[in-house]
């Protein structure tokens, strides 16, 4: 039974990251918290393939906090129907990070884009 259990959640867990494609870089460190949350939809019929580009810039202040962990995920789970993010400035141990989400063609994409930092 335990057995069963634990092939179950593994399957499960297989299933999510072959199916979403969602996308990630660095990873949570102690004492990181979230700096912001951002959801991105964009369905907009007529246009083949729907760009978005979400920017974290620090806050104003002496010591902005440097990012550890991003992640861009897809909340389309359909398989093959999701979009691709990829990290095109800053990134992990900088104070900024830029995103750009896109979708797969004549389909559109959501993305909840989520930045941590200390
Ligand atoms: C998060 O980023 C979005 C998009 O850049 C911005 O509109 C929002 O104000 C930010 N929220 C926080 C808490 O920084
Ligand atoms: C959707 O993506 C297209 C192409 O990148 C862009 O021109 C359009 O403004 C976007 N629409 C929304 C609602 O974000
Ligand atoms: C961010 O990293 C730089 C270089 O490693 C370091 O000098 C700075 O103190 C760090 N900032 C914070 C808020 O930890
Ligand atoms: C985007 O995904 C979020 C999280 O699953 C969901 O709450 C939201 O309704 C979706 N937005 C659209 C327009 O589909
Ligand atoms: C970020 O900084 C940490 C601690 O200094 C280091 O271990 C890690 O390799 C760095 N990662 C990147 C992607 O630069």
Redesign the pocket.
Known sequence: MKFLLASATLLAIFAVLILADSNQWGRRVPGDRLLNRT?V?N?SLPIPIKTAVVQYLPPPGVRPPNVTYIVARD?VKNPGQGGLAALISGGINQTHATVKLSSRPSLGF?F?VEIYGR
């Open positions: 959801t939809v369905n909340n959501n909840t």
